[in-house]
């Protein structure tokens, strides 16, 4: 066979067919194919690389006239299928990138809100703005036992991730042996979605104490997009199996917790429940296509159909759970959390604070237009069930046993506080940290 002579399809041909051969003989080694050597699967895919072995390793100029115009019209549709397969990876690669968005189930929770709010006017003001978004677009997520996610470490100029997965706080002294170490725990308002490293509530808690306190302090913020209050309680329970004991611990919570019982019609499961038991419970399909799962036109295809499911979204009301039934299982599963936290507390002798977050829905802020906006667009269902759940909570705050109420923390603002429903602006980030601090302090300064 002289490789000079062989036509662009002939070499398609044998290409794929080599490849192909490879697969066959040594597919079950490696995961490709089968669980034996030379299961069904490995015959036929031998047997499809021999025959294209064949067609393309025959010399044309010997060849009849039909061999060689199968040669040319096999080799030709195997190119012009090839060419159309790398021409839609490459599609769907520059359409993710654009969009900013991996296919996760905690990505399409996270990142509900974040993506949209690029383009509000608040946003148009800030110089920063352009930058932070762009490196929000690349926050990833890795799985871990028992949490199911936490956030994948990174570096930029506005978003800074460590190797435990923790938001890095600025100017932060954990490398002095005697500071202050302050675990916070919370979800994405606590993590600080929507602002720089610089802008976060940790960031203006470490601002706050060092204008107060002489002391060194270490916080580390282990704040989690989406994260409800039994993830941060198993958070805390790991990092204390890790012989990782703080001085002291704040707990910021509410919105996510209600989030999750009005995505899952019931309390004390993870947001996005139901997409990743579906995934878990499905038969795990072949291999080939498990390998069609992992290209960028399969991730593409999932996003537009997830994101299509989201506009028919199936929530508590849908499955006909009564709201005032639900908001009191919100409760009485956060009470539970509490009182684990609580304990370990106890036994491991730190301090804890829970504080309960406030919320668009339910804020004595004269909202300007934009909040407005946001606060209108809020899925009525959902306010249905959060307005009760903070009714109910009312009666729950008890300084004596360390749970504060912030929900009426942002009312007297007249700047933009709310850059969607949740997140907070750097100036609602400051006036949450105050008040976190003025609570903390005097108990501290007890302490010491």
């Not at 021999?50 to 009849?64: F, K, P, Q």
């Not at 993710?96 to 968005?101: P, R, S």
């Not at 005032?324 to 301090?351: H, K, P």
């Amino acid at each position: 066979m002289n490789i000079r002579r062989l036509s662009l399809a002939q070499l398609a041909l044998l290409v794929i067919g080599i490849a192909l051969g490879l697969a066959g003989l040594f597919g079950a080694r490696i995961g490709l194919i089968g669980v034996q050597p030379f299961s069904g699967g490995q015959i036929i895919v031998l047997l499809v690389a021999v025959l294209l072995i064949y067609i393309g390793a025959v010399d044309r100029s010997r060849s009849t006239r039909g061999l060689a115009s199968l040669q040319r019209g096999v080799g030709g549709v195997i190119v012009i299928i090839a060419a159309t397969l790398i021409g839609m990876e490459f599609f769907s690669l520059l359409a993710l990138n654009m969009i900013g968005l991996r296919v996760t189930a905690v990505d399409n929770t996270a990142r509900q809100t974040g993506d949209l709010t690029a383009n509000l006017s608040y946003y148009r003001e800030v110089e920063w703005a352009a930058q932070y978004f762009t490196d929000y677009s690349h926050v990833g997520f890795d799985y871990v036992p028992y949490l199911v996610w936490r956030h994948r470490p990174m570096e930029s100029a506005t978003i800074n991730i460590d190797a435990n997965g923790n938001r890095r706080t600025p100017d932060t002294r954990c490398d002095d042996a005697n500071a202050f170490t302050l675990f916070v725990f919370g979800g994405s308002t606590m993590w600080g979605q929507g602002v720089p490293d610089e802008y976060t509530i940790p960031a203006y808690l470490q601002q706050e104490w060092d204008a107060r306190q002489s002391r060194p302090l270490c916080i580390v913020n282990f704040g989690a997009w989406a994260y409800v209050s039994t993830q941060e309680s198993i958070l805390l329970l790991t990092e204390l199996q890790q012989g990782n004991i703080p001085d002291a611990a704040v707990f910021y919570d509410g919105h996510n917790d209600t989030y999750a019982a009005y995505q899952n019609g019931r309390a004390g499961a993870h947001q996005n429940f139901r997409t990743f038991a579906a995934r878990f419970s499905a038969e795990t399909p072949p291999p080939l296509v498990q390998m069609l799962q992992q290209t960028y036109t399969f991730g593409l295809i999932r996003l537009f159909v997830e994101s299509q499911a989201a506009l028919e979204s199936v929530t508590y009301e849908s499955m006909g759970v009564d709201a005032d039934v639900l908001a009191q299982d919100v409760i009485n599963a956060y009470d539970v959390n509490r009182s684990v936290i609580e304990g370990l507390a106890g036994r491991y002798d730190f301090d804890v604070w829970f504080f309960w977050q406030p919320d668009i829905l339910v804020t004595g802020k004269v909202l300007n237009e934009q909040e407005t906006r946001l606060r209108d667009g809020i899925d009525p269902p959902f306010v249905r069930l959060l307005t009760r759940t903070y009714a109910l909570i009312e009666s729950e705050f008890d300084p004596n046993q360390n749970f504060y109420s912030l929900m009426r923390a942002l009312d007297n603002s007249e700047d933009t506080i709310w850059v969607d429903y949740v997140h907070l602006s750097p100036e609602g980030n400051a006036i949450i940290a105050r008040a976190m601090m003025d609570v903390i302090e005097p108990e501290l300064e007890i302490a010491e």
